[in-house]
């Protein structure tokens, strides 16, 4: 059974940084495409970042330059490194699999919130 | 980005009603369609991939249709179960864009 489960996720202050991690199972994340995609409060789903099995990542404009995106295939394990984080990064995570060939999201995470606020 | 516009935001209906939910992207997504269905306080479900392919498990009274830059999904009897928020998601170019939701509320 493929399962994603995140943590790391807690209350930061601006300005600090935070990393999420997201255990796979079922599957070994260096065969499939993976990706961060984060819901504010009572808002939509935006797209953070993805790293392809071939290891290259991509990043939404929003948190360029401040996120990173990176995994460690013996652990079969994702993970968001976030920092500079602002208020409106505050945001369920949700860590996901990428299907291999329509691009669709077939797996999820259950989530992991992350609050700026000081 | 392609930029996803998703019609109506919001709809009442009720149990056994035909719902059909409109998106549009700005420039042409060949099949690369999805759509996902979200419960407070649940992660997204995929439901329908390539813009008519239902994912497994997914009952056979959603069905999506479409192409180029216009697609609907369609709800043929609205249970009770089906009353949550329903997304659109491009995933032809990074970033995977979605459109921003439409609440299917109970009437």
């Known amino acids: 059974e493929v399962q994603l489960v995140e943590a790391g996720g807690g209350l930061i202050q601006p300005g600090g940084s935070l990393r999420l991690s997201c255990a796979a199972s079922g599957f070994s994340v260096s065969g499939h495409h993976m990706t961060w995609v984060r819901q504010a409060p009572g808002k939509g789903l935006e797209s953070v970042s993805i790293i392809y099995n071939g290891a290259t990542t991509h990043y939404a404009d929003s948190v360029k330059g401040r996120f990173t995106i990176s995994r460690d295939n013996s652990r079969d394990t994702v993970f968001l490194l976030m920092n500079s984080l602002r208020a409106d990064d505050t945001a369920v995570y949700y860590c996901?699999?990428?299907?291999?060939?329509?691009?669709?999201?077939?797996?999820w995470g259950q989530g992991a919130l992350v609050t700026v606020s000081s | 980005d392609i930029q996803m516009t998703q019609t109506p935001s919001s709809l009442s209906a009720s149990v056994g009603d035909r719902v059909t939910i409109s998106c549009r992207a700005s420039?042409?997504?060949?099949?690369?369609l999805n759509w996902y269905q979200q419960k407070p306080g649940k992660a997204p479900k995929l439901l329908i991939y390539?813009?008519?392919t239902l994912q497994s498990g997914v009952p056979s009274r959603f069905s999506g249709r479409g192409s180029g830059t216009d697609f609907t999904l369609t709800i043929r009897s609205l249970q009770p179960e089906d009353f949550a928020t329903y997304y659109c998601q491009q995933s032809y170019s990074a970033p995977y864009t979605f459109g921003q939701g439409t609440k299917v509320e109970i009437q």
């Open positions: 996901a699999r990428l299907h291999s060939s329509t691009w669709g999201i077939d797996y």
């Open positions: 420039q042409s997504l060949s099949s690369y």
């Open positions: 390539d813009v008519s």
